[in-house]
């Protein structure tokens, strides 16, 4: 531990409390984490979380007690606290914690002389309410149709806060606890999410929202860059007390330091006193920032389900994925669009090959024949097209369903639906590509245009619809995402990758990594960054100064597709548009 400098971010996730440690080469030095159900077991916390029906929520207070052990394991590592310059971190969205009349008074015993732990000075008293709503809660159907119909409908809802209404959002929720819960709600003095409740623990102090995790509560009006006055006055028509916007501690900040580490830590664990804390953010914004990306770079979690991350200028919302502010570039916004159907998908393809096969008859989960299929290079099946889903999808939002078509590949239009190809082996090169066509007409209207035009003969005019998008086709055959980034299980299949690359069609390069520690890893680039830029030692914004000092020796460059094979899957542009219709 010979360097001069340390970042630790932290990553507040579902089941645990992960803090590392970078130095200031951006080298992972240090990573201790406590695990909510073996660790802290006295909670009585079932993967992190209590569980009755729909209604799913964590307690409070193990979070505090979990930062207490998991800096106590630092310590005990005999890791140099005193050397850690910034801090910032990553926290599960969407939950949201209810601070008491007393909060301030007790945070403010941080920053004396501390004797007991977190849960002494903190805990219970500073809360109105004991437990935080989980990202997992189903509770709210009714306050997310309240929500909608005050701003007429889910589309107006993303146009203005870049989502629909959905269940984890925090706004619905924050409605059911005024609604069912009134006299919590009443003692409520502020609500925080769990990113800003765990930067005030680190600081000492209530501090306000951090703005791109604001996105993630159906509350705020991104264009303006302030909360929705009429979806405000829906909560408050529930309260005689606080405005909503007094609990919320009003617009969000967009500071880049929130202050310096308490007294408590300095005192209990070492800290140097002038460790500057940087607002944590949410669990995905945090992720974004892990990687080098700059706008139109694309990342892909290629996991169970199928996660598209991706930097944009362009604020084009639609009900079907989300957008947020981007936590460290000026103008710019996280697209993020989640489909259910991902690996569970390829894998029924998978194992009805391999029981087909003789020669795997015995190994089910190999993925041999599998990735034969799909490499294979025929034109026999240029003209099939499938979309494969055993689970009812989101994007686009149908039940569960399986479904296979022939289509004219000079026009484009569906000729026949039919029940199985000619060969069942189409079917693991025809799931590959369907998921990766979905996910590149779906972030589409979010790239800035490259003027690559199609060599083939299609009606550019031709209008294909997706979702609540309705555009020509031209417009979906010049737009190319710069770099696209893999990780998850599956971005290890070369494959699989391979056939995503050349689907989606980055133009600068398609790179592989394994991203255990993702977000709090984004959480020590961002403590990092903000501390230099805002003590004036860098003038670079944080996408350039994360290309400029990114360890690239951990990334995998893949391979790189050529415009000609990615100009070869814009014939089935329309026919999946045409596919999708008959779903709904």
């Known amino acids: 531990m010979s360097q001069d400098s340390y970042y630790l971010g ?97 945070l403010d015993q941080l920053n004396g002389e501390p004797v007991n732990d977190l849960l002494h000075y903190v805990s219970p008293e500073a809360f109105a309410r004991q437990t935080a709503p989980n990202w997992q809660d189903h509770s709210t159907a009714k306050q997310c149709q309240e929500f909608e119909r005050c701003v007429d409908g889910p589309e107006k809802m993303a146009q203005l806060t870049g989502s629909r209404a959905h269940f984890r959002f925090t706004g619905p929720q924050i409605l059911k606890i005024a609604q069912l819960e009134p006299e919590a709600y009443e003692k409520t003095k502020i609500i925080s999410l769990v990113s800003n409740f765990l930067t005030s623990v ?75 804390v940087s607002p944590m953010t949410g669990d995905n914004l945090a992720t974004i920032c892990s990687l080098p990306l700059r706008k139109n770079d694309v990342l892909i979690s290629l996991g169970t389900s199928t996660t598209v991350l991706l930097v944009t200028d362009k604020y084009h919302p639609s009900p079907n994925y989300h957008l947020f502010i981007h936590p460290t570039l000026p103008n710019h916004y996280m697209g993020m669009i989640c489909y259910c159907n991902g690996s569970l998908a390829r894998e029924k393809i998978r194992d009805r090959l391999n029981r087909e096969g003789a020669n795997n008859a015995e190994n089910s989960n190999d993925w041999t024949l599998f990735n034969q ?50 060969d069942e082996w189409h079917d693991a090169k025809n799931i590959v590509e369907s998921q990766a066509l979905s996910c590149r007409v779906r972030i589409s209207p979010l790239l800035s245009d490259s003027y690559t035009r199609s060599q083939q003969n299609l009606n550019e005019d031709t209008i294909v619809k997706f979702d609540y998008d309705e555009s020509p086709l031209r417009d979906y055959l010049n737009k190319r995402p ?73 990334m995998e460059n893949i391979s790189n597709v050529n415009s000609e094979s990615w100009d070869h899957y814009n014939s089935k542009i329309v026919p999946l548009s045409e596919l999708e219709k008959t779903l709904i």
């Open 202 to 276: 680190l600081v000492g102090h209530l501090v306000g929202l951090e703005e791109a995790d604001a996105c993630g509560m159906n509350l705020y009006d991104i264009r303006e860059r302030k909360f929705s006055d009429e979806l405000l006055h829906l909560i408050d028509n529930y309260s005689k007390g606080k405005s909503v916007k007094q609990k919320l501690m009003g617009t969000p900040t967009k500071s880049r330091i929130a202050g310096t580490i308490c007294k408590y830590f300095i005192k209990r664990y070492g800290f140097n006193a002038n460790c500057k």
């Open 482 to 554: 710069e770099r696209t980034f893999f990780v998850g299980g599956a971005s290890k299949n070369n494959a699989i990758v391979q056939k995503f690359a050349q689907v989606i069609g980055a133009k600068k390069g398609n790179f592989r990594l394994d991203t255990p520690n993702s977000c709090a890893l984004g959480g020590c680039y961002k403590a990092m960054w903000s501390l230099l830029y805002d003590s004036n030692e860098i003038a670079d914004p944080f996408d350039k100064f994360l290309n400029e000092n990114f360890p690239w020796h951990v």
């Open 10 to 106: 932290f990553d507040l996730s579902t089941q645990q409390l992960k803090c590392l440690a970078i130095n200031q080469e951006l080298k992972i030095v240090h990573s201790e984490t406590v695990e909510f159900e073996k660790d802290l077991p006295h909670y009585r916390t079932k993967k992190g979380v209590y569980i009755h029906g729909d209604v799913i929520e964590c307690p409070v207070a193990m979070w505090l007690e979990a930062l207490d052990l998991v800096l106590s394991k630092y310590r005990k590592a005999d890791f140099p606290l005193e050397k850690v310059k910034a801090i910032s971190g990553s926290c599960q969205q969407h939950g949201s914690v209810y601070w008491s009349s007393q909060a301030e008074a007790l």
């Open 373 to 422: 299929a799909v490499l294979k290079d025929s034109q026999e099946d240029d003209n099939e097209l499938g979309v494969y889903f055993p689970l009812g999808e989101i994007v686009p939002s149908v039940e569960a369903t399986d479904k296979r078509v022939i289509y004219n590949a000079k026009t484009g239009h569906i000729e026949k639906v039919v029940d199985r190809f000619e």
